[in-house]
Each structure stands twice: as C-alpha cells, then as structure tokens.
C-alpha cells in the first residue's frame, strides 16, 4: 500500500535523487514527509524517517522502559496465524534504533495482533484519562484495560501514521508538540507542525484546525473522508465490553477487605534496627516527619556539596550511588503541579498474558491507586485469598558472618527461590527484609529488586509476576524511584511507619493519629515520584515503572552489567565487595558497637547541614566565614586563607576534578600563548530561543558577547529586529549567529 523514500540529503535535493517523483505517472492519494535534523541520534539511512507505519517528531522519554517490557513480553508470544515461526518475528524490536524506529517496530507488531490501526495508537499513546471528569465511561474502561497490557510510550510526540488506507495523526498528553492542518475546498487535508509550509489561496481554504493534547485526526483514504477524534474513538472503544472485563477481573487494593493478619513483630529493637539500615537524625527530623505532618516534602536549596558516594568516608547506601537523569534542550520538563491532571501513578501488579490475544484474562490484575503502601495494605497483598493472586515472601537477608561470599550466595538463591514460586503458579512475589537479627543482615532492597527483575527476564519469566519490596531501606524519594525504576510495583517502607508511630506516641508530630501520619508520609512519596518523573518529561508511573532513567557514578561495569544491566556507569568504581563492607559497617555499629562517643541514639547526619564529625562540605563554617571576611573587609589574606581551603578540598576527594592530574607536564612560555582578548574572540554562546530565557538574559548575553568580540546565537526563535542597531549607550543587543 506504501513506498517509502528515505535519503541523507537536503530537502531540495529529494527529486533530484529520486527522479521518479517528478515523472507525472506518478500518481499518490497521500504523502507522508519527514524532515529533520539529527539531534539525539547520528544520522544514518536506516534511522531516517518515516519508516514502516509512521514518522514521529519529539522524544519518547520512556524508551528503556518500553523495550525491556517489549523484550519480557515476547517470552508470551503464542498465534495460530504464525504458528512454530513466530520465534523469527523475534526480538521486536532491535538494538542500536532511534526511539521513533522502535515504536514503529512495536506498531507494526500490534497491527499483526488483530488490532486496527487507531486502536494501536491509542493503546500506545493515550490520552490523559486517569483523573478526566468529563471522559465516557467507556473511553475510560478501554484505556484502563490497556493500561494493563502496555504502559503508554511517554514524551513531547506528534505522530502521523499511514498504512495506505488510514492517515492521521496523534498527539501525546501534554500537547508539547504543534500540529496544524489546513482542509481545502478542493478535497485537500494538509497537517504539518507549522502552518504555511505549502501555499495555499486563502480563497480556497475550508477551515483551520489544531491537534490537541492525546487527540486524534484521521483520514479514510477508502472512504474520502476526515474522521474526528471522537467518533474513531468511539468505534474503537465500543468494539469490546471493556467495562464488563474489568469489573469482572481488576481487583483494586482498595477493595480487599483487612483481615487482621500482622506481620510478625520485629526482635530487634528500633533503634538497632535504624542504625543498621543506616537512618540518622537528619533523617528523622529533615525528611520523615516534615512528610508526615504535611504530606508533602520540605523544602530545600538546589545543589549538593557533599563527596560523590565513592569519594565519601561515610558508609554509603546503594542509592547513593545513582543519578536521576532529567530533560534537556527541546525535550521539557512537566509541571505536575499546574498541569496535575496528566499525571497518574497508580500501578496494576500481576501476570501478563500473550499480546496477540485480546481477552479479559489481560485485566486479571491488583489495582494499586498509591504504590506506597502502609503496613495493612501489605499485609492485605501477603495474605491475600483470591484464586486470581499467589503471593510468596522471599527473604533479602543474608549471614553477615560469612561476608561476600554469603551476600553473593544468597543472591543466587533468592533467584532459585523466586523461579521456582513462579513456577509453582505464584505471580507477586515480595521481596523482604524483615527478621534481621544478631546472625542476618539485610541485603540493599536495590540490589535484589534488580537482580530479579533482569535474572529473571533472561529466565523468560518476568511477565508472570510482580515485584512487591518489604524494606525498612527507603525513606527518601529518591529512594523509591530507583527501586520503581528498577522493576518494583510497590514498595512498604516498614520501618518510616514504626518511625512515624514512635513520632506521634513522643508528640514529636503533631498529629493525634498514627495512621493520618503514615497517610501523609505515602503521599508525599507520591509527590515526590511525579517531581522525578516530571523532571525527565513522563506524565505517569506506569511508563516510569523499569524504565531504568539513571546513571551511575561509581560502581564498576562488572558489577553494574550483572545486577543493573543497561545502565550507564561514568566512571567505573566499587563492586560487590565494597558494598557487603558498608553493610558490615552499619550492621557493626547496630550489633558490635560498645558505645557511642556522642552520646546519641542515632548519627546525626550531615547530608544537608554541615555537621561536625559528620559529612564533608565544600562550604563549611571555615570556608564561608573566610570568604565572607575576605569580601566585608577587602583582605587579601583571608581570600588566599579561603583559596588554600578550596584548593586543599581536591586533595581530599572531594569532586572528581579533584582527581585530575597532569600527565607528561611540558608547559610552554607565557609569552607564546594568545593574549586573553584574543581568545575570547572565539567564545560563542548555546543556541538558546527567546522564551526558554527572558528577555533580559536573551539580550545581556548578547551584549556580553559582542563587548568581547565573541558570538552570541539567537536560536530557533530568531530575535527582535529591533536588536539590530546599536543603542544609545553603545550596547549592542544583535546575536552575530541567527
């Protein structure tokens, strides 16, 4: 139904390429076009645009998400139509392809399943319906019903699609890409992300329109007419009782009724147990109870001026050790605040079922509206009686007597252990920490929450369960979004419920009751989540949940290739030994310790004070009390006193640049390099549009750069002409790159 042209070339040079298009028996009913330039990938003809069924302009943030799902789904693949040869369709989707050639990959699979084409794009870029008011029920009950076999492919996307008889267009949640379209009095629909890209007589113009936010415009090319969204919409989602499966099969947390079963109380006391899982003050009154009593985080400063986890003498959690990735340049950042509505993070946990098959089987799944989940919802998930749900505990802790290679052992078995409960039906699986004693130490719930999610996706037996954390470990954000980047469905922070518990009994919250506190701490968490998912531009947790969206700063590859595939570690580090070490550190000061010098139950901290015989900081009493000497009184003494101190931090592995030396030193003669006015010449500024900046940044900039000599560069969004002229006090406002 389709030819497709590609080439690396100019615009201008396509029909000189391809000379066939200029041949008048050339005849087509629809043209899609793609032009662009390489950003995030290098240019090459496989990669250029459109492909099979459609182009795309904008980011899919999830992408690591939505393969390593993909890759876990095809160990279910079963079609009477394929039979046997289904195994050579596989893998879907291939390495080393740009976001916009893998969604096209994973469309082309779906439209093979049975689906049409509309229903594909829906099921994989649907609208914002979670927290819609105004949305048919029916609407809802099919995109719920997906949400349960596919998580959404997230990020800025326009996308028109064709397979020759359909041609349309859709546009993500959020809206952050144009698309404009132009339907003629001649029978002609022209959409384009910018208006006026062909000329058309105002006299011949029907209407205008705009696509917006998760909406779609379709042409039948057979029928020759332009179907709204609306009504493709509602033949897709009327075509099967999704709201009758549902309420059949989706079981909501909510719903399961709490039978009293308690979790067998900890041994330990709490106190022990918080030093072992290395909490501190700064902890308690920082972050735990400003959640609790407000249900939301505190505020803080941007910005860290502590050591990198492997530079720090300070015994480090997991965590630590990773980075949230964020948006940058034309991929923006969401504002979950202003723009709430778009964003979502309930979870459904359970078994997947064979994509190629669409039945009510697929919606057999727990609904969790909070994935952070209190003490009784996850004794309700535990024990939970229904023919639908198996869960098994498998326990994360290891013998601390027998150092790494109990730590390794243990995490070969909790593997063995998880295969064989999958084997035996069981599709959620907890992974807990709970029991640690004098003899067992508790394993990082990262590690064992991404050893089973990749271990068992090599086993191809992911897609039959899911993962539940049992762990007194997370207390922070952060926290919890590496352990739902890495493959989780939800989390029970144990030990920051009895924390909370102790807070309200001590009167230390002002809040009469323990579980309106717990409340508070969950939803917090929840904010928190959509501000890192926000960060990188995904509207929902869905999308998030193993998406992997972090890099990691110092762990070795080695290390980092067996228990967290697929991430990317900058600079090498420590592994497994140097880790179990840290564990020996804390769970010495909870069980071995005689006694503490400052006389407190817990550390204090350090982290986001500067405290003494706590973490180091870069600014720290002594340095800004020099610095602020040096400024107020003018004393060259104090800024070389100042000086002296920064310039000591390298020394004491404080930030990588520290850890830079010169090698093979041959220094030239001052004499021989360019003056300083010279040099300068050749600076030149980022190509930033005015509105990503203000005004007055836009201009100083450029005023800035041309007092230099240098270049300042105007962007995409060119500038006033009024910059153009000097002004009247010799400024000059002109970007010498446009």
């Not at 615009?11 to 028996?25: C, R, S, V």
């Not at 997230?154 to 132009?182: C, E, K, M």
């Not at 010279?678 to 005023?703: C, D, P, Q, Y």
């Amino acid at each position: 139904n389709t030819i497709i042209y590609k080439g690396l070339l100019m615009p201008n040079d396509i029909n000189t390429y391809y000379q066939d298009l200029n041949d008048d028996d050339v005849v087509t009913k629809l043209a899609l076009v793609h032009q662009r330039f390489s950003t995030n990938t290098f240019p090459t003809w496989d990669l250029a645009q459109p492909f099979r069924y459609m182009c795309h302009n904008g980011e899919i943030n999830t992408l690591r998400g939505n393969l390593s799902r993909m890759k876990a789904r095809e160990e279910l693949f079963k079609s009477d139509f394929f039979g046997k040869d289904i195994k050579k369709i596989l893998p879907i989707t291939m390495e080393g392809k740009s976001d916009s050639a893998s969604m096209d990959m994973a469309l082309e699979l779906l439209l093979h399943t049975g689906r049409s084409l509309p229903e594909a794009m829906m099921m994989m870029v649907p609208e914002a319906w979670e927290k819609n008011p105004v949305m048919k029920d029916e609407k809802k009950a099919f995109y719920e019903y997906n949400a349960c076999i596919m998580e959404p492919w997230d990020g800025p996307a326009s996308i028109p699609f064709t397979d020759g008889n359909y041609i349309g267009a859709l546009l993500d949640r959020n809206g952050l890409r144009p698309s404009r379209y132009t339907v003629t009095k001649d029978g002609y629909v022209v959409m384009a992300s910018e208006t006026g890209v062909i000329d058309i007589k105002p006299g011949n113009v029907e209407y205008h329109g705009r696509l917006e936010p998760g909406k779609m415009f379709l042409v039948d090319m057979v029928k020759g007419r332009i179907i709204e969204d609306e009504e493709v919409k509602y033949e897709v989602v009327t075509k099967r009782p999704y709201r009758e499966w549902l309420n059949k099969n989706l079981l909501p947390l909510s719903n399961i009724a709490y039978t009293g079963n308690q979790t067998t109380v900890e041994k330990i006391d709490l106190n022990a147990r918080q030093k072992l899982f290395g909490y501190t003050l700064e902890d308690i009154s920082t972050i735990i109870t400003p959640m609790a009593t407000q249900g939301k985080e505190a505020i803080g400063s941007m910005g860290s001026d502590i050591p990198l986890a492997v530079l720090s003498d300070q015994p480090q959690l997991l965590f630590n050790y990773f980075k949230q990735l964020f948006a940058q340049v034309t991929n923006p950042p969401l504002d979950g605040i202003r723009e709430e509505i778009i964003t979502d993070i309930s979870l459904s946990i359970g078994e997947d079922h064979n994509l190629f098959d669409i039945v009510p089987e697929h919606c057999k799944k727990l609904r969790i509206q909070n994935p952070v989940i209190s003490n009784e919802d996850l004794d309700k998930i535990k024990y939970i009686n229904h023919p639908d749900f198996k869960t098994v505990t498998v326990s994360i802790l290891y013998e601390a007597e027998k150092g790494l290679n109990g730590l390794e052992n243990r995490l070969e078995e909790i593997i063995s252990e998880t295969k064989t409960a999958v084997d035996e039906g069981c599709n959620i699986i907890i992974l807990s920490d709970r029991g640690v004693s004098e003899n067992l130490a508790p394993i990082p719930c990262l590690l064992a929450c991404s050893f089973v999610h990749h271990r068992l996706k090599k086993h191809h037996r992911r897609s039959s369960f899911g993962i539940v954390i049992e762990s007194a470990e997370p207390r922070e954000p952060h926290h919890f979004a590496l352990l739902f980047g890495y493959g989780a469905s939800a989390i029970n922070p144990y030990l920051v419920n009895e924390i909370i518990y102790k807070l309200v009994k001590d009167r230390d919250i002002k809040i009469t009751e323990p579980e309106i506190a717990v409340q508070n701490f969950n939803k917090a968490i929840g904010k928190g989540i959509i501000k890192i998912m926000n960060k990188i531009g995904i509207s929902t947790l869905l999308s998030y949940r193993g998406s992997q969206i972090f890099e990691i700063l110092g762990l070795n590859q080695k290390f980092v290739n067996k228990y967290f595939t697929n991430t990317p570690t900058r600079i090498e580090g420590i592994g497994l030994y140097e880790i179990e070490k840290e564990i020996q550190k804390r769970y010495h000061k909870a069980f071995k310790a005689q006694q503490i010098e400052t006389g407190l139950a817990l550390d204090i901290g350090g982290d986001y004070r500067w405290r003494r015989n706590g973490e180091r900081h870069m600014f720290n009493p002594a340095s800004v009390a020099k610095l602020q000497q040096a400024v107020k009184q003018n004393n060259p003494t104090s800024y070389e006193e100042y000086s002296k101190l920064i310039n000591e931090q390298n020394e004491r592995l404080m930030t990588l640049r520290g850890l830079f030396k010169f090698k093979d030193l041959d220094p030239i003669s001052i004499e021989e390099v360019e003056p300083w006015t010279e040099i300068v010449k050749r600076f030149k500024t980022g190509a930033m549009s005015f509105g990503s900046i203000s005004k007055e940044a836009h201009e100083n900039l450029a005023i800035a750069m041309n007092r230099l000599s240098g270049k300042s560069n105007s962007g995409e969004g060119g500038e006033d002409p009024d910059r153009f002229n000097k002004d009247q006090n010799g400024n000059w406002r002109n970007s010498a790159i446009k």
